[in-house]
C-alpha cells in the first residue's frame, strides 16, 4: 500500500493519479486535511490526515500498514511568511511525525519534496551546485533545510530509505499551487486565457528555476524507482527545469495568443523572496545517479498548458 499524505496539493493531485495508474487504485491511499473531491473523483480510498496530529497519523498508519509514504503537505513560501510560526510547526513537526512512524511501521520507503528554496541570497545564483553556501531567508526555505537535515540523519541512525527532490517553481493545470512564490507562472496562463492580459507580482527580469508537472512527476517516480545502492544523496536533490523570467514567458505565450500583454505590479511581498533564490540550478548529481533527464523545455510546457487549459475552460463554461 502507498500513503500520499498531502493528495490534495498541487503535486499530490497528480501524484495519486500517477501512482494509482502504476499499482492500482485500491492501493493508494489519498489523504488530507481537506479533501475537494479530486481523491475521491479519481476514485480511490481517502483519509482525512492531519500532520499536526500524531494519533489521527498513527491511526491511518495502523491501519493501512504503507509500504511507501510520500508526505507532500507542507506551507509553501508565501503563505509562510505570512504565518511563520505555523509554517515552521507544520513543515517541521508534520515531517518529524511521519519519520516516526515511518521508522516505527517499517515503511520500506518515505518521499519528501523539498525546494530550490533551500538556497539564499548568498547561494551562487548560477547553476547552483548540490552543495553550497546555504542562507534561506525564509521559514518555508529554512524549514526545508531543517527537512532535508532530519531526513538524512532519520537514514543515518535508523536506517530509513528516506529520498528526496529540491523542486523548481511547478507548473500544472490540474490542480492550482497552494500560496507560493513561483504560482505566477500557472496564474499567467489562466489570465492569457480569460483575460489575453496578466499583471505579474514578479518583476520582468526575476529569472527563476522551473518545471513542468509531467516533469516533476516523471523525476520522482525515477528516484523513488532507483535501486538504493544508485542514491548518493541523503537529503534532497536538486533539480532544475527551465529558467526563464516573466518577459521570456510572456513572449512565448504571445506565439499563441498574439495580443496578449503583460504589465508589473511592484512591491509585492514575493518578489524579495524571488530575489533571494536561485536563476538555474546544476542537476546533474540526478542525472548521474539516476538517469534524470527533462522532457518539457519552455515552448512545450507553454504550448502544453495553453492546450490543456483551453479544454479546461471551455469545459467549464460548458452548462
Ligand atoms: C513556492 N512553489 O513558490 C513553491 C516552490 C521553488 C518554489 O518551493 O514556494
Not at 8 to 28: P, S
Not at 73 to 92: C, F, H, R, T
Not at 130 to 142: A, E, I, L
Not at 185 to 203: D, G, M, P, Q, W
Amino acid at each position: 500500500k502507498i500513503l500520499v499524505i498531502g493528495a490534495n496539493g498541487q503535486i499530490g493531485t497528480e501524484l495519486v493519479v500517477a501512482l494509482r495508474g502504476i499499482y492500482g487504485a485500491a492501493q493508494v491511499i489519498a489523504s488530507d486535511i481537506n479533501n475537494p473531491g479530486y481523491a475521491i473523483r479519481n476514485g480511490g480510498p481517502f483519509e482525512f490526515a492531519n500532520v499536526l496530529d500524531q494519533d489521527n497519523l498513527h491511526h491511518i498508519f495502523q491501519k493501512h500498514r504503507p509500504t511507501q509514504v510520500y508526505l507532500l503537505a507542507a506551507i509553501l513560501s508565501a503563505v509562510g511568511e505570512q504565518k511563520p510560526k505555523l509554517a515552521w510547526d507544520l513543515n517541521m513537526n508534520g515531517l518529524i511525525h511521519v519519520l516516526d512512524l515511518a521508522v516505527e511501521f517499517n515503511v520500506s520507503k518515505v518521499f519528501w519534496p523539498s525546494s530550490i528554496a533551500v538556497f539564499g541570497p548568498n547561494s551562487p545564483k548560477q547553476d547552483t551546485p548540490q552543495y553550497c553556501v546555504m542562507d534561506p531567508n525564509t521559514v518555508y526555505g529554512f524549514s526545508k533545510l531543517a527537512g532535508e537535515r532530519w531526513c538524512e540523519y532519520y537514514y543515518h541512525k535508523h536506517g530509513l530509505d528516506v529520498r528526496s527532490i529540491r523542486y523548481p517553481g511547478l507548473i500544472s493545470w490540474k490542480a492550482a499551487p497552494g500560496g507560493g512564490t513561483t504560482d505566477y507562472a500557472v496564474h499567467i496562463f489562466h489570465e492569457a486565457l480569460k483575460n489575453k492580459s496578466y499583471t505579474s507580482f514578479l518583476s520582468v527580469h526575476t529569472a527563476l528555476p522551473m518545471m513542468y508537472m509531467d516533469d516533476a512527476i516523471r523525476a520522482t517516480l525515477s528516484l523513488m524507482d532507483a535501486p538504493a545502492e544508485q542514491i548518493s544523496i541523503r537529503s534532497s536533490y536538486n533539480l532544475g527545469g527551465i529558467s526563464f523570467d516573466p518577459e521570456q514567458l510572456a513572449a512565448e505565450i504571445k506565439k499563441h495568443i498574439p495580443d496578449f500583454t503583460i504589465d508589473y505590479a511592484d512591491h509585492d511581498p514575493r518578489q524579495a523572496i524571488a530575489d533571494s533564490w536561485p536563476k538555474s540550478i546544476d542537476d546533474s548529481q540526478a542525472q548521474k545517479d539516476w538517469g534524470w533527464q527533462l522532457e518539457y523545455d519552455l515552448p512545450k510546457m507553454v504550448e502544453t498548458m495553453l492546450t490543456n487549459l483551453k479544454t479546461e475552460l471551455a469545459e467549464s463554461v460548458k452548462v
